[in-house]
């Protein structure tokens, strides 16, 4: 099972790379606006999960570069995603609001909504 995870993860990250959305084109002043936004989010995420690469996509194509917190690669956020979130599910996005209050979403359909209205 795990070589087959592994060919198809490998699959999904070529066409991935071979298929990349472009960002849009904005204003400088526009884009700073739009990083201050998303200043306090990040996305727990493992780079061949095919819902972390729907999001991913979806940041590319709005232009959003949030971080990414690799949960294989840091033990650190793995942990985080744990005891904060509730779950080892990605992706999910780690929300936290203007009062400190941290709001976790795991859904991609729901990351991807939430994006997209932080980008228009």
Known sequence: M??????????????DFIFTPRSPKRAAAEQQEIN???????LYQLPACPFC??????MKRNGLPV???????????????ISEGGKRTVP?????NQDKSVHWLYESCEIVTYLEKIAS
């Open 92 to 96: 999910c996005l780690r929300i936290v």
């Open 2 to 15: 795990f070589i087959i995870r592994w060919i198809l993860g490998r699959i999904i990250l070529f066409f």
């Open 36 to 42: 201050q936004r998303i200043a306090n989010l990040s």
């Open 67 to 81: 971080e990414l917190r690799n949960i294989n690669k840091d033990e650190k956020y793995k942990q985080e995603l």
């Open 53 to 58: 690469v729907k999001v991913r996509r979806a």
